[in-house]
Each structure stands twice: as structure tokens, then as C-alpha cells.
């Protein structure tokens, strides 16, 4: 039962993403998040569909305001469990 609410919880996130995530440009490559400016207080959280090598120290653009954010954590996020979303911690930049 909680791997079918997991499956749900993984669509509603992926049609989150398709409605209101950002662009960004992550080592050179395109990719959608969804951006949580409130969710850790003094950092930014981009949630990603999927999981990507990942290195503290590296850098985020977000290409919609031309901002740079420094990667400071990453974790894999599952709920019910199924994979749901791969969380990137930042710090803003400019």
C-alpha cells in the first residue's frame, strides 16, 4: 500500500515540476527544479526529478534570474518508498 502512495507522491512531484519548476544549469547541463527558498533557513533547496553525480562546492544557475547558488549538501529524498525527488542544498551567491 505505501509503494502505490509513494507512486503518487512521485507523479504529483514530477507534475510540480513540469508546472512550476525553474530552469538551471547544472556542470554545463540543462535541468528542471523546483526551487524551496523557505524550506532551510539561509539556504535555497532545488529538488530535482532525478539523482546526478554532485559535488559539495559546486555551482548551480539558475538560468530564469541569472542566479549562482554553491552546492553545500544533497540527498536523495523517498517517501512510501519510492524515490521522490533528489534535494540539492545551496547557498545564494548572486
Not at 512521485?10 to 515540476?17: G, I, K, Q, T, V
Not at 541569472?66 to 551567491?93: A, I, Q, R, W
Amino acid at each position: 500500500m505505501s509503494n502505490e502512495a509513494g507512486r503518487g507522491l512521485r507523479e504529483a512531484f514530477l507534475e510540480l515540476l513540469e508546472v512550476m519548476g525553474t530552469e538551471c544549469d547544472v556542470r554545463g547541463e540543462p535541468m528542471r527544479a523546483v526551487k524551496q527558498p523557505d524550506l532551510k533557513e539561509g539556504y535555497v533547496v532545488f529538488q530535482f526529478a532525478d539523482e546526478f553525480a554532485l559535488e559539495v562546492g559546486d555551482r548551480i544557475r539558475e538560468t530564469t534570474i541569472e542566479g549562482y547558488f554553491d552546492v553545500v549538501g544533497m540527498k536523495p529524498v523517498s517517501v512510501g518508498g519510492v524515490f521522490n525527488h533528489f534535494e540539492v542544498t545551496t547557498e545564494f551567491l548572486f
